[in-house]
């Protein structure tokens, strides 16, 4: 086996490959980096998944024409290969009854943005700092009422109310359970709150963790910034070292 091809890769995908933007639906992926995903899949024997909090039908249209294994809502839907499981927002009804009501609360705060997606619904105050409190609070009671079935995930200005058993960790371990990720090292390159739980699992399993940006962290390496993660993976996709790899010789 290659030393590339001794490792899985996974990444997250706002603010890791992509710049975080004041939109959630306003994020571009430019043809450079679709290109060089489609290269280290090649380069890892396929062993390359996306793992995020968006949707998979989003990253799908952000990421075409390429197809890419992919985890997203936090591993509640995923694809490898020519298995998919998505999930079906009828199967929360309670959550589902929840949503109107975080966008009629949200309505009256200038700046807080509610993203529905689906089977689970996320609140951001990115281009409203000041109402940070006003949708914990909100998004807490909302939890309350949800139950123990539901949790909150914290992010950067955004607090999402999804399934307890949703989480990276969790699907980074049943992707490595199957072919081609099986009998391989992971590494997982995230940015926030919502990975750590990813990189917890990825150091259990004597990987490699990386996070991008700032912050107390678990991960045990860091960059400072998407741009230089795209470098380094340009880099290496034109036949340089991988330093996330270094140590393997990849």
Request: hydrophobic share 45%; aromatic share 6%.
């Amino acid at each position: 086996m290659a030393a590339a091809e001794q490792w899985a890769l996974f990444l997250d995908f706002d603010g890791t490959l992509v710049d975080i933007v004041e939109r959630p639906d306003a994020v571009v992926v430019d043809q450079g980096l679709r290109d060089v995903l489609s290269g280290m899949k090649d380069r890892l024997g396929g062993a390359l998944a996306i793992i995020s909090g968006r949707p998979i039908a989003f990253l799908d249209t952000r990421l075409a024409p390429y197809r890419f294994d992919i985890a997203g809502l936090h591993g509640l839907e995923y694809r490898i290969g020519k298995t998919v499981y998505l999930c079906q927002p009828e199967d929360h009804p309670r959550l589902r009854g929840i949503v109107p009501r975080l966008q009629d609360v949200a309505s009256a705060k200038s700046g807080v943005l509610v993203e529905d997606k689906g089977c689970s619904v996320a609140v951001h105050w990115r281009l409203a700092p000041q109402e940070r409190d006003f949708v914990l609070a909100t998004v807490n009671a909302a939890a309350e009422a949800l139950g123990p079935e539901y949790r909150i995930q914290l992010g950067k200005a955004v607090a999402e109310l999804l399934p307890a058993a949703a989480g990276k960790g969790k699907v980074i371990e049943s992707f490595l359970r199957q072919a081609p990720y099986r009998g391989r090292r992971p590494i997982f390159v995230g940015d926030d709150l919502t990975d750590e739980n990813g990189f917890n699992a990825v150091n259990a399993l004597d990987g490699i963790s990386v996070r991008i940006g700032d912050g107390n962290t678990v991960a045990q390496k860091r960059l400072q910034t998407p741009a230089a993660l795209r470098q380094c993976l340009s880099a290496w996709v034109a036949g340089g070292v991988l330093p996330l790899m270094e140590e393997a010789g990849a």
